[in-house]
């Protein structure tokens, strides 16, 4: 049953759309530095997203909604209360559940690996219901200090568990190209993108069955 094997899950684009970060992102933040700056929303978001660019996705910066409240002046705002504005928007792939359910009743180990801050992470779990799946919930970027763009983070996942470990996600640099580099088997998940990239698997289903046979 399960053979020791963890299996470790990208959360934002793999298990859940991307619908709630880019609510928050591309939308919750842009309107408030609209209002503060008195400009026009479209304006803002164009501001917005440079400035995140500019940071990059490799960087701690670029998860934490604290330090982009205070970068546009609104250190009023609770990052917190932003963030939960937009819980409604939290939805899971059809898929998430059943292959959860499965793998772990089969006795896989399963761990959710996210670079998502924990006021993201956590609203994102809660609300839809994952937490009784995993046996490690950890924020890479809030809890460790580090970013799935180094090898380091995926050192000190594989360090964290007794067997063996696979990883899926979306990003194809940070769950795939950088745990293939640490030693550890990663898959590359594609949920929207037509046609899928190369290599890419199209649903968990596929990873699950790929998993028993490992
Ligand atoms: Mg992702």
């Given at each position: 049953?399960?053979?020791?094997?963890?299996?470790?899950?990208?959360?934002?684009?793999?298990?859940?759309?991307?619908?709630?970060?880019?609510?928050?992102?591309?939308?919750?933040?842009?309107?408030?530095?609209?209002?503060?700056?008195?400009?026009?929303?479209?304006?803002?978001?164009?501001?917005?997203?440079?400035?995140?660019?500019?940071?990059?996705?490799?960087?701690?910066?670029?998860?934490?909604?604290?330090?982009?409240?205070?970068?546009?002046?609104?250190?009023?705002?609770?990052?917190?209360?932003?963030?939960?504005?937009?819980?409604?928007?939290i939805e899971l792939y059809d898929d998430v559940i059943p292959v959860l359910k499965g793998l772990k009743d089969e006795g896989f180990?399963?761990?959710?690996?996210?670079?998502?801050?924990?006021?993201?992470?956590?609203?994102?779990?809660?609300?839809?219901?994952?937490?009784?799946?995993?046996?490690?919930?950890?924020?890479?970027?809030?809890?460790?200090?580090?970013?799935?763009?180094?090898?380091?983070a995926y050192a000190k996942l594989r360090n964290t568990v007794s067997g063996n470990i696979v990883h899926i996600g979306d990003h194809?640099?940070?769950?795939?190209?950088?745990?293939?580099?640490?030693?550890?088997?990663?898959?590359?998940?594609?949920?929207?993108?037509?046609?899928?990239?190369?290599?890419?698997?199209?649903?968990?289903?596929?990873?699950?069955?790929?998993?028993?046979?490992?």
């Open positions: 049953m399960g053979r020791g094997l963890s299996i470790s899950f990208d959360l934002d684009g793999t298990l859940t759309s991307n619908r709630f970060v880019d609510s928050v992102w591309l939308y919750g933040l842009p309107g408030l530095v609209a209002e503060r700056q008195k400009i026009d929303f479209p304006a803002a978001q164009t501001m917005c997203i440079q400035a995140y660019s500019g940071v990059g996705d490799g960087s701690l910066l670029w998860y934490r909604l604290p330090y982009w409240l205070e970068y546009f002046d609104l250190r009023d705002m609770d990052s917190k209360r932003l963030v939960s504005r937009y819980a409604s928007h180990d399963l761990i959710l690996f996210s670079n998502a801050a924990r006021d993201f992470l956590d609203l994102e779990v809660s609300e839809s219901g994952l937490e009784p799946f995993f046996s490690r919930i950890i924020s890479v970027s809030d809890d460790w200090g580090m970013v799935k763009a180094e090898a380091a194809k640099r940070f769950d795939y190209e950088v745990p293939m580099s640490a030693g550890i088997t990663a898959y590359h998940i594609c949920r929207d993108k037509q046609p899928a990239a190369n290599g890419c698997l199209h649903t968990l289903h596929q990873f699950a069955e790929i998993v028993r046979l490992l």
